[in-house]
C-alpha cells in the first residue's frame, strides 16, 4: 500500500493541488467554468493510481535503459522508459530520471482529454507540462539558485513555440546530480524530455577543483537509483573563470541535444555566472543581473 492521495482546490480557488508521496503538484486550468471544473475532476480521478502503477514498475524503472523495454509496464513507467531512452547513448541513464516530467506530462493529458482549455499547466515539483492553444500564453521565472529564490529571468511561451515541458535540476535540488550547476533550466517539447535533458546537461557541468566534494550516490540516499555514481554534495567559491570553464561544458551537451531535436532550449547557471545555448535568448524577457 502506498497511502491514500490528497486532492483538493486552493485557497485561491483557482488551482487544483494533488498530493501522494513525492508527487506533490497544483495545476491550474483556463477556460469556461464548467470545462474547467471537468478538467479538475479527470485530472483528480486519474491522480489517484499513480504512484502505485510506478511502485509495480520500480525494478525496472531504477535499472539503466537499455535498446528495448525488458517486459510490458504501466502507461507513465513506459513513457519514463521511452524518454530515458532518447538520452542513453553512451551515457548511464534510468528511467528514473524522467518520473517527475512524465508525472506531469500524464496528469496534464488526463486533465486536456476531451476539454476545451485555451491554457492549463501542471507543475510537479518544478517540472512543468504545459498545454497552451489559440493566443493563449504561459509566462515563468527562472530561479538560478534554489538556495537563494528569486526570479532572475523570465521567459513568455506561445503555442508556436512548440514548449510542451519545463524542467530544472542541479546539485542543489531535490534530486542528487553528478555535476556543480546550481540550476539547469531546459525547454522542450514534453515534460518529460525536459526533466531527462536537464538531469543529463546540469550532471555535465563539471570541472576540477579542490572545493567540490562528491560522494557515492548510495553512501547519500539509500533509496537512489545512481548507485556509486559520484554526485555532488558541496561545491566552496569558485573562480569566475572556473564556473566559465564547467558551465562551457554543459553547454556543449545542451546543444547536442538541441542539434538532436530532443530540447528547444537550455539555461545554465552556477554562482554568479550564467550561460544559455543557441535560440534560448528569443525565449526570454528578462535577465536580472
Known amino acids: 500500500m502506498v497511502g491514500t492521495a490528497s486532492v483538493k482546490i486552493m485557497e485561491d480557488g483557482e488551482r487544483l493541488h494533488l498530493q501522494h508521496g513525492p508527487m506533490d503538484i497544483i495545476a491550474e486550468a483556463f477556460g469556461t467554468d464548467e470545462e474547467v471544473g471537468k478538467a479538475y475532476f479527470q485530472g483528480s480521478a486519474f491522480f489517484q493510481s499513480i504512484l502505485q502503477d ?66 492549463l499547466y501542471v507543475n510537479n515539483g518544478g517540472d512543468i507540462a504545459l498545454h497552451l492553444d489559440g493566443k493563449a500564453r504561459f509566462k515563468g521565472g527562472i530561479v538560478n539558485n534554489p538556495d537563494l529564490p528569486s526570479v532572475n529571468a523570465n521567459f513568455e511561451l506561445s503555442v508556436i513555440d512548440g514548449v510542451g515541458g519545463i524542467a530544472t535540476s542541479g546539485w542543489r535540488g531535490r534530486s542528487l546530480s553528478s555535476g556543480i550547476a546550481d540550476a539547469v533550466t531546459v525547454l522542450a517539447s514534453t515534460a518529460a524530455l525536459a526533466d531527462v535533458a536537464a538531469t543529463i546537461i546540469a550532471g555535465d557541468v563539471m570541472t576540477s577543483d579542490p572545493s567540490i566534494i562528491q560522494r557515492p550516490a548510495i553512501t547519500v540516499r539509500d533509496d537512489t537509483d545512481l548507485g556509486d555514481m559520484l554526485v555532488t554534495t558541496e561545491v566552496g567559491k569558485l573562480r569566475k573563470e572556473t564556473c566559465i570553464s564547467a558551465l562551457e561544458r554543459g553547454l556543449k551537451t545542451a546543444e547536442k541535444l538541441k542539434q538532436a531535436g530532443l530540447i528547444h532550449g537550455a539555461y545554465l547557471a552556477l554562482q554568479n555566472e550564467v550561460i544559455s545555448s543557441t535560440g534560448m535568448n528569443k525565449f526570454l524577457q528578462k535577465e536580472v543581473a
Open 54 to 119: 510506478l511502485v509495480e514498475d520500480l525494478d525496472v524503472l531504477r535499472a539503466p535503459v537499455t535498446r528495448s523495454s525488458p517486459r510490458r509496464m504501466g502507461a507513465i513507467a513506459a513513457d519514463m522508459y521511452d524518454a530515458a531512452s532518447r538520452f542513453s547513448e553512451n551515457r548511464y541513464v534510468t528511467p528514473m530520471a524522467a518520473v517527475a516530467g512524465s508525472v506531469a506530462d500524464a496528469v496534464l493529458q488526463a486533465m486536456s482529454d476531451g476539454r476545451q482549455l485555451c491554457k
